[in-house]
């Protein structure tokens, strides 16, 4: 079965210094792999997707994420860190087949000016 | 466009009673998610749907947890009789066919007491 694993559960920034927030995949064939956003009160947002094409994916808000199979990892990073960046995040794996979304436990970013 | 909706938004039952959850999704999308995030966990599947069909349930407690899909658009989520175990966020999502990205609600945030 296909899993994530999200090594830190809160990670602190100061406002403007760069994010990195890591995960680890596990998964018996190229998996499609996600990074969700989850602002207290209010749905989760797709922040980037990865599906077999480019290692470095380009989401929303200034994220992006590399795919690199030989570490079997998914980091998502941001240059520099605005105080509405403050939310959890989640690491995502799809199951082939039924669409099935497998969710990371998370990790809270938390940002101080 | 008019995001995946859902009522109520905060309910709160005490142990064995029952309580009913309603979910609108996006407009035409085929497939509709149930999910249930416990505090500190990321979000985990209970039901998936594929227009009125079910397409996986494997992870519903069904000996109290029920779900159905009204003629393919509206979908409900019920359990009877709650356990304080149950006390999450149930996350509806949407999606159209054969594409990667769920759409989520804000979510009903259930405790049982």
């Known amino acids: 079965a296909q899993s994530v694993t999200q090594l830190d559960s809160h990670v602190s920034v100061s406002e403007g210094t760069p994010v990195l927030l890591r995960c680890n995949y596990s998964?018996?064939?190229?998996?499609?792999l996600f990074w969700y956003v989850q602002h207290p009160n209010k749905g989760l947002q797709l922040l980037l997707k990865?599906?077999?094409?480019?290692?470095l994916v380009k989401g929303i808000n200034g994220f992006e994420a590399e795919f690199k199979k030989s570490e079997t990892s998914f980091h998502l990073t941001k240059p520099s860190a605005h105080m509405s960046d403050a939310a959890e995040y989640f690491c995502?794996?799809?199951?082939?087949?039924?669409?099935?979304?497998?969710f990371g436990t998370g990790t809270r970013l938390l940002v101080s000016p | 466009e008019a995001g995946v909706a859902q009522s109520p938004r905060y309910k709160i039952i005490e142990k064995r009673q029952s309580v009913a959850f309603w979910c609108n999704p996006i407009?035409?999308?085929?497939?509709l998610y149930w999910y249930q995030q416990i505090l500190g966990q990321g979000p985990k599947l209970l039901i998936q749907?594929?227009?009125?069909?079910?397409?996986?349930d494997s992870q519903l407690p069904k000996d109290r947890f029920s779900a159905e899909r009204l003629k393919g658009v509206d979908s409900t989520l019920k359990i009877q009789p709650a356990k304080l175990e149950d006390s999450a966020v149930y996350l509806c999502?949407?999606?159209?066919?054969?594409?990667?990205?769920?759409?989520f609600g804000p979510g009903t945030r259930l405790t049982v007491t």
């Open positions: 995502v794996v799809m199951n082939t087949g039924f669409q099935k979304l497998v």
């Open positions: 990865y599906t077999s094409a480019a290692t």
């Open positions: 998964s018996s064939y190229s998996p499609s």
């Open positions: 999502a949407s999606s159209p066919l054969a594409t990667y990205e769920q759409y």
């Open positions: 407009s035409g999308h085929a497939t």
């Open positions: 749907f594929q227009n009125n069909g079910v397409v996986d």
